[in-house]
């Protein structure tokens, strides 16, 4: 089982340019989440989809857009990249809806984005 | 809304001895709790969560976590400590009453166990 798959693994960007960060996973979870990790912020949920055609802003959702394709795929868009957006990415995958509120997430292994 | 708190950003622990690291947290509804590990360069893998009306959970690796109703804490203890376990953890919690499927991380603590 592949779990979740994130790519790219590394992306660097010059201020403005936009790009999509792709996640997939195939464990047939509803709920779907992108985080970015900074050095002493910890993880900073960006936006979330609790379910298929659904989605949700997080703590830090300005200078993004998802877009849940279907129950596998949730993609994170960066329409012009800024320097503070350089950080680590990671995609992640519940069951909870089907499994409980307390089913834990899956991560996959993240994108390590630079803005410059 | 809900938040969690890890009030420390390192713990120094000599192998052999037990560890502690600290959780906090706030909901509007029951508490679904949970810790992460992050070993270097590496995603999240998840160590233990709370099961309703169980004081002390256990998870992976030799951890376990106290949960304390009173003082809205979660705490990862592990009786014997081995330099395998430095390592970065993370809580998280999830809401049962606003946006349940809304899972909020603490900032981290890195924990180091000395030979």
């Known amino acids: 089982n592949a779990g979740v798959t994130q790519t790219p693994k590394f992306q660097v960007l010059k201020t403005g340019q936009s790009m999509t960060l792709q996640c997939a996973q195939d464990m047939n979870h509803n709920s779907m989440y992108w985080y970015r990790q900074d050095p002493g912020m910890g993880l900073r949920l960006i936006y979330y989809?609790?379910?298929?055609?659904?989605?949700d802003k997080g703590e830090v959702p300005n200078g993004y857009n998802v877009s849940r394709l279907n129950k596998r795929e949730f993609s994170l868009r960066l329409e012009s990249a800024a320097p503070s957006q350089t950080s680590v990415y990671f995609c992640a995958s519940s069951e909870a809806l089907a499994g409980g509120w307390n089913s834990p997430l899956h991560f996959g292994n993240g994108t390590r984005l630079t803005v410059t | 809304a809900q938040s969690v708190a890890q009030p420390e950003d390192q713990v120094n622990v000599a192998e052999g001895n037990p560890l502690t690291v600290k959780c906090t947290y706030s909901?509007?509804?029951?508490?679904?709790l949970f810790w992460y590990v992050q070993y270097p360069n590496r995603g999240l893998q998840f160590l233990l969560k709370y099961i309703t009306g169980d004081n002390l959970v256990k998870g992976s690796y030799g951890f376990e976590a106290e949960f304390n109703k009173s003082q809205t804490s979660f705490h990862l203890k592990k009786p014997s400590a081995l330099v395998s376990d430095s390592a970065l953890y993370f809580c998280a919690v999830r809401d049962s009453w606003s946006s349940a499927s809304k899972i909020i991380f603490g900032s981290g603590t890195r924990l180091s166990i000395r030979p």
């Open positions: 909901v509007s509804g029951n508490p679904y």
């Open positions: 989809s609790a379910s298929e055609g659904t989605t």
